[in-house]
């Protein structure tokens, strides 16, 4: 029998659509969203130990968010602003950065462009 907390326990909702709801304070445990589509506002919405692989994000407001022990290896970013952005601890491994405005982009407290002017002038 179903609780105040859990509605709909064990249920099948393929194919379903759940337009203008209001999912305030929802909890999604064990939940199968593959291949879902959504259009949400989820704000301080908290993935903890989600499978992600493979997913399109278009079009998406991240910022303010935090990101701690993520996988994004094989990821393609494209378009994306990420100005005053705090990096650390980073595995960049085989990475490529094409086209970027790098004013201001410090690696280990050195500026790139100082970096890149130094690597011209030895050559």
């Not at 701690?68 to 950065?97: T, Y």
Request: overall charge negative; proline content about 2%.
């Amino acid at each position: 029998m179903a609780n105040e907390k859990t509605p709909f326990p064990d249920t099948t909702f393929k194919g379903h659509e759940f337009a203008r709801s209001d999912m305030t304070g929802a909890s999604f445990n064990g939940v199968d969203l593959s291949e879902a589509s959504v259009w949400a506002v989820m704000k301080n919405a908290r993935f903890h130990d989600c499978n992600l692989a493979s997913c399109e994000f278009d079009d998406v407001n991240l910022s303010g968010s935090t990101y701690d022990n993520i996988n994004l290896s094989n990821a393609s970013f494209q378009n994306i602003n990420m100005s005053g952005v705090s990096l650390s601890s980073l595995n960049l491994s085989g990475a490529e950065i094409n086209d970027a405005n790098l004013d201001g982009m410090k690696i280990n407290g050195v500026l790139v462009t100082d970096l890149f002017s130094a690597y011209q002038a030895s050559r």
